[in-house]
Structures are given as structure tokens and as C-alpha cells.
């Protein structure tokens, strides 16, 4: 069977191995995502409906249900689509995946566009404030250096990625920040890369997960989404003997699903 890999398993796996357990070896997912997630994925989900079939938001906000968002969406499609229109759009939400130390590595650009200069990575960002330590985050983030490097060996000639910063503000703003992919950037990705497969095969030969209680709290104190259930359940336990207390909180808070679904609805397999 095909072992899987991407930037968000890879987060989960080195912040929390029992978080790595309920979401990647039990499936079990949060039915609801956190406010500051679905804002984007709004965000990303209206520009992707522009790029492939020609919505614009107008059309897009008949089956709008987040009516909360509507005019801060509406101001920062405004301020993106001319930007778009500078570069010619090679794909939307691809997924493309690359063999890996036995594994499949998988990204999901936003976009891959072409200028003058060659090829880009593309991605979209929504973002409370921009300024230097947001741009050196996106600069060296391990999301971009798996892209770049991801991308690269598809595309040989790929330059860099381009980020579009909206900052959610009462007049959003558009900052375009450009990370060119260095041979350094290459050899951090690589390692990284492989450090994260050989973590991977590590806990999951020992089939030992354990807790990482200085991540059950964000810097924010966002609590995470497992800690209602996460004292309550072992990985070794049977179902049988789960209590009316954590059945009844499985059942109103989780879903069970398959994390790597979407890689193959993207076209993967
Ligand atoms: S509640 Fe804490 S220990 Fe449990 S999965 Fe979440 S981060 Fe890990």
C-alpha cells in the first residue's frame, strides 16, 4: 500500500504523535473547523471557482453561505483579480506527488503561473497583518521549501513562488512577495524531507504515539481539537470499553475520514 505524505501531516507529526495518531491511524477528524481556517478556505475556494470555470463573486455569493464574509471577499477579489491578470495561468489546486524515500510526496499549489522570468509556485495567503516577520516565515517556511522543491522536479525550470498577501483588514491589502528557490533552499528541503519520513517510520514501527501536552494549548490559546477525548483513549484500546462520555463526544465532534482522500481526489493515486 501507497504511504502517503504532505506539509500538514508532516506539522501534525512533529508537533503533537498522538494528534499524529487520531488523525492519520485512527482517521478520526474534527467535524469542525476552527473560524480562522474557514475563512481561508472560503477565500481559496471562491478564487478557485474564478480560475477554472470563469465565476466571478458576484455569482459566486448566490451560494455564498458565510454571509459574514461577503464584503471583505468582495474587496479582496477586487484587489487580486487585476494582479492575476499580469501572469498566464499553467494550473489551479493541482496536486502533484514525487516518490520519496519509499513514501509519495505530495503538494497542492494554488496555482502554477508563468511570467517573464519562467515559471512560479503560486499561493494565496489571508493574514490578520503583514511586515517582516510574517514575509521571513513565508520566505523559509517548510510549506515553501517542500513546494519549491516538489515543483522543481516537475518543472526543471521553476524560478521560485509567489506569495498574494490579503491582509483581513477593514480595507484588505495586497502585498506580492517573491521567494526565489536557492540550491541552499533545495538541500533544507531535502533534509527536511527525509527527516520527516524516517520520524514517520519510526513511531509507526514502534507503534508508540505519545502526547505532546506543551502543544494541547496554542500561543493563542486555541485548545486543541483531540484534548476532549485525548486523556480518555489509548491507541491499544478496544472501542468496546470507550465510555458513554467519549462515545457521545466522538459522535457530536468527529467524523471518521480518511485524511489522504483529498490528495487522491486531486488526481493522485
Ligand atoms: S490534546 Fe495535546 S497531547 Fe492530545 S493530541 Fe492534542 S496536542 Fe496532542
Avoid at 96 to 117: A, H, M, P, R, Y
Avoid at 189 to 207: C, F, Y
Wanted: hydrophobic residues 35%; negative net charge; aromatic residues 14%.
Amino acid at each position: 500500500m501507497r504511504k502517503w505524505m504532505y506539509n500538514s501531516k508532516a506539522t501534525v507529526l512533529q508537533e503533537c504523535q498522538r494528534k499524529y495518531w487520531f488523525m492519520h491511524k485512527k482517521k478520526l477528524l474534527p467535524r469542525h473547523e476552527p473560524e480562522y481556517f474557514s475563512f481561508g478556505r472560503v477565500f481559496h475556494s471562491m478564487m478557485e471557482k474564478y480560475i477554472k470555470e470563469g465565476l466571478v463573486p458576484a455569482t459566486l455569493f448566490l451560494h455564498q453561505q458565510k454571509e459574514d464574509y461577503k464584503d471583505t471577499l468582495a474587496l479582496m477579489f477586487n484587489i487580486i483579480q487585476p494582479e492575476l491578470e499580469r501572469y498566464t495561468i499553467l494550473s489551479a489546486e493541482k496536486v502533484i506527488g514525487i516518490d520519496f524515500e519509499g513514501w509519495k510526496w505530495c503538494i497542492k499549489n494554488d496555482l502554477l503561473v508563468s511570467d517573464t522570468l519562467g515559471i512560479w509556485c503560486a499561493d494565496y495567503k489571508t493574514t490578520a497583518g503583514y511586515g517582516a516577520s510574517v514575509a521571513a516565515y513565508y520566505h523559509h517556511s517548510p510549506q515553501t521549501l517542500t513546494y519549491q522543491y516538489c515543483q522543481r522536479k516537475h518543472n526543471p525550470d521553476l524560478v521560485g513562488t509567489i506569495f498574494f498577501i490579503l491582509t483581513k483588514t477593514k480595507e484588505p491589502k495586497l502585498f506580492v512577495e517573491r521567494v526565489i528557490l536557492t540550491e541552499q533552499q533545495l538541500r533544507i528541503a531535502e533534509l527536511a524531507m527525509k527527516d520527516t519520513i524516517a520520524l514517520a517510520e519510526h513511531v509507526e514501527s514502534l507503534g508508540i504515539y505519545p502526547r505532546q501536552h506543551t502543544r494541547c494549548y496554542n500561543h493563542r490559546g486555541i485548545k486543541c481539537e483531540y484534548l476532549p477525548i485525548c486523556y480518555y483513549i489509548e491507541p491499544d484500546q478496544d472501542e468496546t470499553s470507550y465510555t458513554p462520555y467519549v462515545l457521545e463526544v466522538l459522535n457530536d465532534l468527529f467524523i471518521y475520514e480518511d485524511p489522504d482522500d483529498h490528495l487522491k481526489l486531486g488526481g493522485e493515486s
